[in-house]
Every structure is written in structure tokens, then in C-alpha cells.
């Protein structure tokens, strides 16, 4: 069986983000219960509970396993050090996907999965070599092949992981022109997670299209953790918040003909959660007609502490 909690389930700059006076954002820092407080995206997947991946290391993560009790470190003979993450998997090179990297420099053996081109994101930027490799091996996810996931020294944790590439785009840092600039292929992935002979988990916060070969890999899914970053493209711009659409981002919207709830009708899947929420996004308020339209088409909101077993 496989057991997930999502660490954070916020887009970039977290909910309320440090420097939006955003109507939502006021209302998560004021403790409104019905805009709950979200940290930046990751999730954290084990089988047997004692031995954990983290689907990417967002900024947030000491405070991510601070407020999570299955990571917290353990006693162990003849040594203090010790932490139950065995494994990150990295579905990008985005600030929010690795900046959590360098605060797991400690001297803590795990291994580290990404594709070539994310990889080639750290290996050119020489702050990261401060995990060590001899203690932080760096291994290469090849698209579409399935692989065991395995911690630094190489014994099995028990799941099974497949990288497929998604529509998306470069790194916003990496940029060079004003409009989006596409990926090189895996630049941007989504993650199939697999225990034993169990259904597939699929974890996607970053997509900007809906094509052919995604819809054929998600019909009939059981659990969908798909991008939910904003409701309508143009969302940031009416809000004041900046100049991009969610095209210019990398994302799909989560309403309109094109968007996620349109794109997912009909396909099947038993159980699909937004995630990767934008601050901007109405439907992290509970009491929001647009929180009551997702509730409708059968969708959740994904929040930090959630659990769930597939």
C-alpha cells in the first residue's frame, strides 16, 4: 500500500505570499479558517512508513518536516544523525522545486532522481554541490521507463516509479525571450508512483496543456495530484499580481473550455486533486464560488498535512 501526505500544496511564494496584500492573502494571515495557510508544492510517498521519497525539496521544507511526524528523525546507535528520507524525486528545475536541496546538506545520505535536463540545472550551478555525491548520489530518470526507486545505497524502498513528460516550459530563471520558451523533453515531468501491484499515483503540478498522450496516460487512473495553479489565465493580471497569463507560466487553467475540469471530463479518474495552488486562486477559499464549482465536478483541494492510501 502506498502512503502519501502532501507536504505543501501551494504554487511558488506560498499562501498568503510573503508580499501579497491579496484579499486571500489577508485572510490566511489573519487565521481565517476557511483560507487555510499553504507551503510551497511537495509530496512525500512511502510503503512501509519508515522509509520516504519527496516528490521535489521545495524552499519550505525544514518547516515541511518539522510539522511532519513520519519524517522527523529517530534515534539511532552511535549516532544523532538520522532522518527517514531516503529519496527525492524531482519533477523540474524550477526555484520552488529545488531550492529545498540546499537545507538537506547535513551529511545525510539520500538519493537523488531528476532527468538529464534537471540534473544538468544542478550540475551547472555550483552552490548545489554542497550535498555531497559520495552521500548524495544523483541518478537519472529516463521517461518512460519504469525504475524502483532505491536510497543511496541502493536497497529498495518498495515503490516503483515512471517519468512522463508533460507540455511545459523552461525554467523561469533560465528564460531568454519574453514569451515562453518550451522545455527541452523533460524538462517538465509528471510522476506515476507505484507499490507492488498496486494503482498508480500520479503527481503533475506543473502541465500547460492537456494533449493526446497525457489524456491516454490518465484515462482510467485511480488518483490524479494534477496542476490547479489558477482558475482563469488571466487571473494574476486582474489581480494586480503581475503581468503574465497562466499560458506565459507553463499552466493550464483550471476552468474555461480548455481547462482542467473540462479536459478531465470523461476520462475516468477516480479520485483527482488540485495541487499547486497560486495564491491568486479563489478556490483556496472554502466559502468561494469557485471552491463550490470544483466540489461539483468532483475534485479536491489539496492542503499541507493531507494523507491519502492507494
Known amino acids: 500500500m502506498l502512503k502519501l501526505i502532501v507536504l505543501g500544496a501551494a504554487a511558488g511564494g506560498g ?37 520516504w521519497v519527496l516528490l521535489n525539496a521545495a524552499p ?10 513520519a519524517l522527523h528523525p529517530r534515534p539511532a546507535p ?3 544523525r538520522h532522518s527517514p528520507i531516503a529519496a527525492v524525486l524531482l519533477t523540474g528545475a524550477e526555484v520552488d522545486t529545488v531550492a529545498g536541496l540546499l537545507s538537506l546538506r547535513e551529511r545525510h545520505p539520500f538519493a537523488l532522481y ?14 548545489f554541490g554542497a550535498l555531497n555525491p559520495a552521500m548524495v548520489p544523483r541518478r537519472e530518470v529516463v521517461a518512460g521507463a519504469p525504475f524502483p526507486l532505491l536510497d543511496a545505497e541502493g536497497i529498495p524502498l518498495g515503490i516503483t516509479a515512471e517519468a512522463y513528460a508533460v507540455p511545459g516550459k523552461v525554467p523561469l530563471f533560465l528564460e531568454t525571450r519574453d514569451e ?15 507499490a507492488g501491484d498496486g494503482p498508480a ?21 485511480d488518483t490524479v495530484f494534477f496542476d490547479g495553479t489558477l482558475w482563469r489565465d488571466d487571473e494574476m493580471i486582474r489581480a494586480g499580481a ?20 473540462a479536459a478531465f471530463a470523461g476520462l475516468g479518474v477516480r479520485r483527482r486533486i488540485l ?16 471552491r463550490a464549482q470544483v466540489a461539483a465536478a468532483g475534485w479536491e483541494v489539496a492542503e499541507d498535512g493531507m494523507e491519502i492510501t492507494a
Do not use: Y
Open 15 to 51: 499562501f498568503p505570499q510573503w508580499n501579497s496584500a491579496g484579499p486571500g492573502c489577508l485572510r490566511a494571515r489573519a487565521g481565517d479558517p476557511a483560507a487555510r495557510s499553504r507551503t510551497q508544492c511537495s509530496l512525500a510517498a512511502s510503503v512501509d512508513g519508515e522509509r
Open 242 to 261: 503581475g503581468p503574465k497569463t497562466g499560458a506565459r507560466m507553463g499552466h493550464m487553467s483550471i476552468s474555461g473550455e480548455a481547462g482542467t475540469i
Open 114 to 127: 531528476a532527468t538529464a535536463p534537471s540534473l544538468g540545472v544542478l550540475a551547472a550551478n555550483p552552490i
Open 201 to 221: 499515483v500520479h503527481f503533475i503540478p506543473g502541465c500547460a496543456m492537456m494533449d493526446d498522450a497525457l489524456r491516454t496516460r490518465l484515462r482510467g487512473a
Open 60 to 69: 519550505e521544507i525544514t518547516a515541511q518536516i518539522a510539522a511532519t511526524p
Open 180 to 194: 515562453a520558451e518550451p522545455g527541452e523533453e523533460g524538462a517538465t515531468i509528471g510522476i506515476a508512483l507505484r
Open 78 to 80: 552511535g549516532s544523532i
Open 275 to 290: 495541487i499547486h495552488l497560486n495564491n491568486t486562486n479563489p478556490v483556496l477559499l472554502e466559502d468561494s464560488p469557485e
